[in-house]
């Protein structure tokens, strides 16, 4: 039996109740987690999003990141009060650099939904722009930012919804030690002026980061211990003399450093995806459930304790995981179809410590199809 079928014969039948404990110990629910998620839906057997946002609620999310600005998702979660982030998509970006444009995109995407109540509070545009060769776009990015910031000025909507793009942490140049974060050199020209456009907004700087990465690609040198956020002797920045326990505050310190180092200490940075892949091909090392169990498990303890990095003591790390279900259409490796938190019929794919409910269906309909926008992600 397919996956597919296997979710289409679950849903079916009966509620799924999630109880789900990592280590033995369950993590206390607050009135609201403070992790984020992303929300994916490159695939052909996801749950509805009405479905969706019952799990959600369920399990006490209130923040979501999608790629796209899926109208279906948005009006599902209305009422709610879950707090979004919607994106418009790279194709789109270079068509977005007049404020007419951006402003069109906004009346029909944006502004409908927040007249119905929609907390939609930040917009990215693109996304790991500068992780290709695309000239055009990386050009197109900024002028595309300030145009979509000027029609939310125009349309009344400026201090209510901000403005920025997620990055992937391969902008860096330099990443080791923290303090010694450096950006790309072919990538501060852009950088510059962007990071003036953050200050003056007062939008984040959002990063995607993936310690699992670190570790697939040398594994005999990276230790499992200190990308899964285990007791581990960590280690010192030598400049600093500030002691890491796990990878991931580190490469965001590093990104700290980078942006002050081109003049700025006003930017906060936040992590717009990180995650685990639960199965990977035989050449990625480390793609288990156990190990995203452990990632997952352990971030999100040290997200509840609002902990914050080292070079940033008293700011809580925001973090948005990757990703709320596996999505089967998507190219690539394995590892790229199997990062979700759950199956599509909501069994978890591993545990990290939380209680969810995924209504069943109402009637034996079809699975819902990817969302066909303007705007594509992740």
Known sequence: ?????????????????????????????????????????????LPSPARVSSLLRSLKISKVKLFDADPHVLRAFLGTGVEFVVGIGNEAVPSMTTQAAAEGWLRLHVAPHLREGARITCITVGNEVFKGNDTVLQASLLPAMRSVHAALVAMGLQGRVNVTTAHSLDIMGVSYPPSAGAFHASAVPHLQPF??????????F????????????????????????????????????????NMLYAQVDAVYAAI?????TDIDVKVSETGWPSRGDPDEAGATPENAGMYIGNLLRRIEMKQGTPLRPQVPIDVYVFALFNENLKPGPASE????????????????????????????????????????GR
């Open 337 to 376: 179809r199997n990062y979700g938190l759950f199956y599509p019929d909501g069994r978890p794919v591993y545990n990290v410590g939380l209680r969810g409910y995924l209504p069943p269906l109402a009637s034996h309909g079809r699975a819902l199809q990817p969302y066909r926008g303007i705007v594509t």
């Open 1 to 45: 039996m397919t996956a597919s079928a296997r979710a289409a014969r679950v849903v079916t039948v009966l509620p799924v109740i999630l109880v789900l404990i990592m280590a033995g110990q369950a993590v206390q629910v607050a009135e609201a987690l403070s992790i984020g998620v992303n929300y994916g839906q490159i695939a052909n057997n």
């Open 260 to 264: 002050q180092a081109l003049g700025h």
């Open 206 to 245: 959002l990063v995607n980061c993936y310690p699992y990465f670190a570790y697939k690609d040398d594994p005999a040198r990276v230790r499992l211990e200190y990308v899964l956020f285990q007791p581990n002797a960590g280690v010192v920045d030598p400049r600093t003399g500030l002691a890491y326990d």
């Open 195 to 204: 990071l003036s456009f953050l200050s003056e907004t007062r939008a984040p």
